[in-house]
């Protein structure tokens, strides 16, 4: 009786404390996921601006129709399917069943006509794709026709994008907002809700599980397949300061960092409980400065090419204090180098920068000290480091540079001014672009902004135009690349902007997240906390 009163007791205490710690591992799986963006939110509507923290924005809210896998595959997503006419110039949508906006209504063929109908007046690539199309029109309740007036290679491409604009499909009411005006109404179909009500400006940006979401029954897979969510609750904590960030990720106040600072990743990767991706592929970055081709100095191609004589990526991307396997030394390319549609086309020019030569290019061209408005966003990890050297340089090479520092909302809102710099203009503004922006002639901002006078810089090559109508109808992978590589030697010659080199960007994360999908930027579903 003794023995078996003892062993009810095991069994007992045993029982509880399984129950116990599943109750714990409920309670650490509830906590919320709190995540801190490199740059802080401001601008809300994913169509009207192209920061990447906006486009992390959508990619909470709203959905897509389709989405590339981990292998760059287009898949279904908001869709069931498609199918093309024989001449692939009709193309027949599908919604599947069950989709319904945040607020319970459900999701539309119309409500889809009118979200590409904003984007595509908007959008590089969505402009090229309304410029092909000779009709877009609802069928029924979840069909759609997208009829074109002549061969286009990218419809799947263009609807799928992850390039900033993002084609995030949206109510019919809310798409209706002109391109350039912001919507006010939040309301998605994506896995998460915002909460308006809860969101405090430098402070914190909330998300709730949207109940109503009916993930895909496929595997998530890049960003395509399931978007499954195990929080109930997700936050983009504002952090501006480093070493305050790292030390709150190191701590478990935070779960995961967009970028890691810089200046830490040789601690980060040698603590266990921590992960430091890899930053390579789509997710690396190309620092760029970008110039007001509107305003003197950069008006003249004279004054670009000195600039572009005076970089020496080299000494760029070694301000980040990356290790050797993360860094390009030089980066020639608009197309990121190890991608698809790498080439030297049009470099030979700057291929061996000279700092003299870029003195000289100067004085030929007749600069005379006029000032140089440079919009420094010194809060961001990424940018402020390549910026300082980009700005040594830069006053090395002779320009008279007025600094603007500021954190980069401010940047942001700034350099959509097209004024002249003593009206409160500017000059240059030293930015990065991903991967997922560069890869591609089509989504690449050099060339599919050319001359569309919607993107801070308004640069123009009128040659480029037939060039990028050339690539967007051509199918044959040689062809297109012979057309890529003639985009970017006008551009080089251009001066569209200057590349200032190309460098991995690794996020950071808590080790008991398990799976974090890498690709590129953070996406949050498919994340759960594991006790270690």
């Not at 004589?309 to 000494?315: G, N």
């Not at 030297?344 to 003299?356: I, L, V």
């Not at 690794?506 to 974090?516: D, K, M, S, W």
Request: hydrophobic letters at 45%; aromatic letters at 8%.
């Amino acid at each position: 009786m003794r023995i078996r009163a003892i062993l009810c007791a095991l069994a007992f205490a045993g029982t509880f404390a399984v129950a116990a710690m599943g109750s714990a591992a409920a309670q650490q799986q509830q906590r919320p996921l709190r995540l801190v963006m490199n740059t802080e939110l401001q601008v809300l509507d994913p169509i009207v601006t192209t920061s990447v923290v906006t486009r992390a924005f959508g990619f909470m809210v709203w959905d897509t129709l389709v989405a590339p896998d981990s292998q760059g595959v287009m898949r279904p997503q908001m869709l069931e399917g498609w199918q093309v006419s024989d001449d692939r110039l009709t193309w027949t949508f599908k919604l599947r069943p069950g989709l319904e906006w945040h607020d319970g209504t459900p999701v539309t063929a119309e409500d889809c006509v009118a979200s590409i109908r904003r984007w595509g007046d908007k959008d590089g690539l969505g402009r090229q794709l309304m410029a092909a199309t000779r009709g877009l029109r609802a069928v029924d309740q979840s069909t759609f026709v997208l009829e074109l007036n002549r061969p286009f290679a990218q419809v799947l491409e263009a609807l799928g994008k992850t390039a900033t604009l993002v084609p995030f499909m949206m109510p019919a009411r809310i798409a209706s907002t002109p391109s350039g005006t912001q919507i006010q109404e939040i309301i998605g179909s994506g896995p998460f809700i915002f909460r308006r009500e809860e969101w405090r400006a430098g402070d914190r940006v909330v998300f709730h599980r949207n109940p109503r979401y009916r993930p895909r029954q496929e595997p998530a897979d890049g960003l395509a397949g399931g978007k499954v969510v195990h929080f109930d609750r997700v936050e983009f904590v504002s952090i501006p300061d480093h070493s305050t960030k790292y030390s709150a990720l190191q701590a478990g106040e935070i779960d995961y960092l967009e970028r890691a600072p810089l200046d830490f990743i040789e601690v980060m990767r040698a603590d266990r409980n921590l992960v430091v991706t890899k930053g390579l592929g789509g997710g690396q970055i190309m620092g760029v400065l970008t110039l007001n081709h509107t305003q003197p100095p950069f008006d003249d191609v004279r004054i670009r090419r000195a600039l572009q004589q005076a970089v020496l990526q080299r000494d760029v991307v070694a301000a980040t204090g990356l290790p050797a396997d993360m860094v390009q030394e030089r980066c020639l390319t608009f197309y990121m180098c190890g991608a698809l549609y790498e080439t030297t086309a049009g470099t030979e020019a700057f291929r061996n920068p000279d700092m003299e030569r870029a003195r000289a290019l100067l004085r030929e061209a007749g600069y005379n000290n006029e000032p140089v408005v440079v919009l420094h966003a010194s809060d961001s990890a990424v940018i402020n480091p390549i910026a300082l050297v980009a700005i040594d340089q830069m006053r090395r090479a002779g320009f008279n540079l007025d600094i603007r520092s500021t954190d980069w909302s401010t940047v942001a809102q700034q350099r959509m001014k097209r004024e002249p710099v003593a009206d409160g203009g500017w000059s240059v503004t030293p930015i990065v672009w991903t991967g997922f922006d560069m890869e591609n002639p089509m989504t690449n901002p050099v060339m599919v902004y050319n001359c569309a006078n919607v993107y801070p810089g308004w640069w123009c090559d009128e040659g480029q135009v037939p060039l990028l109508r050339q690539f967007s109808e051509e199918t044959d992978l040689a062809r297109r690349r012979e057309i890529a590589a003639q985009l970017q030697a006008r551009a080089h010659e251009n001066v569209s902007v200057v590349l200032l080199g190309q460098f991995a960007s690794p996020a950071a994360y808590r080790a008991e997240l398990h799976g974090v999908l890498e690709v590129g930027f953070p996406v949050l579903w498919n994340i759960q906390r594991v006790a270690r």
